[in-house]
């Protein structure tokens, strides 16, 4: 699909996922759930039927909202971003942004680049109009990017997720493209 260039010199590949896919993104998200605690769910917790995995992806894959990158390196998974939309009339303008980093290749800009692509593709496809987000509000680094990308926080889910012994509030943020 493109290439990015990291801030270390790497050229590495983003396309789109398939279902084909669905094995080595279970196995990529079991690992870096355990790299970070700013995900919603640890590691080894990606708890997934690779079969309906599959299917998920490929309906995912045929939705003109919905899309999910991969990036590659050597051929192996080193970051996933993904803008998931709703198919009901009511709710398909509004698509919701993750994007996970493997430890290894934090610092190197991949998650600024990739958040930036789904940004661009958001603002192409003539659906939709807004995009949502959900952090930890620990998560100070990933916060003061979505600002620079223009994203506001919209809301705060007290006590949402319990990390390390103690309750810690979520985020929510939404960037609002037309």
Do not use: P
Not at 62 to 67: A, G, P, R
Not at 147 to 160: A, C, H, N, Q, T
Request: charged fraction near 25%; glycine fraction near 8%.
């Amino acid at each position: 699909m493109f290439e990015l260039n990291l801030k270390n010199g790497d050229l590495v590949k983003v396309r789109q996922a398939t279902g084909t896919d669905a094995k080595s993104m279970i196995e990529f998200y079991n690992i870096v759930g355990g790299e970070t605690n700013f995900l919603s769910f640890g590691g080894n917790e990606f708890k997934r039927n690779e079969a309906e995995y599959k299917t998920y992806l490929e309906d995912t894959f045929e939705e003109k909202n919905s899309i999910i990158l991969l990036v590659t390196n050597n051929d192996q998974i080193i970051s996933i971003g993904s803008i998931n939309s709703s198919q009901k009339e009511r709710t398909k303008h509004v698509g919701t942004l993750g994007i996970v980093v493997k430890k290894e290749y934090w610092g190197l800009s991949i998650g600024k680049l990739l958040m930036q692509s789904l940004i661009d593709w958001a603002k192409q496809n003539d659906l939709t109009r807004k995009i949502q987000l959900v952090t930890n509000e620990d998560n100070l680094k990933a916060i003061e990017l979505y600002k620079k990308l223009g994203f506001e926080i919209e809301g705060v889910m007290k006590e949402d997720t319990y990390l390390n012994g103690k309750y810690c509030n979520t985020l929510m943020m939404g960037l609002f493209l037309k």
